[in-house]
């Protein structure tokens, strides 16, 4: 776990002490840590690698080959 030390003013100490009395939460530590998953939840976008999606890209066309075996498709993918 990781301890930081923050100043705030006192209206977002307010809003803070209003979180965590709305939430039941035990203190202003649970608080921050509900607000950041909230915040992660709802405003930050995961990036995915470029690679995936292209073999994402790939999938969706629907494009499929039957193999009869694994080594007819470790031959395709080699």
């Known amino acids: 776990m990781v301890q930081t030390l923050i100043n705030l003013d006192e209206n977002e100490d307010r809003v803070l002490n209003i979180v965590k009395a709305k939430h039941g939460l035990k203190n202003k530590s649970e608080a921050v840590a509900f607000m950041t998953k909230i ?7 995961y990036e995915l690698r470029l690679e995936y999606v292209e ?3 790939k999938i969706r066309k629907g494009k499929y080959v039957q193999f009869n ?4 498709l470790r031959k395709l993918t080699s």
């Open 39 to 45: 915040y992660e939840e709802s405003f930050l976008e």
């Open 55 to 57: 073999k994402l890209e």
């Open 69 to 72: 075996s694994i080594n007819d």
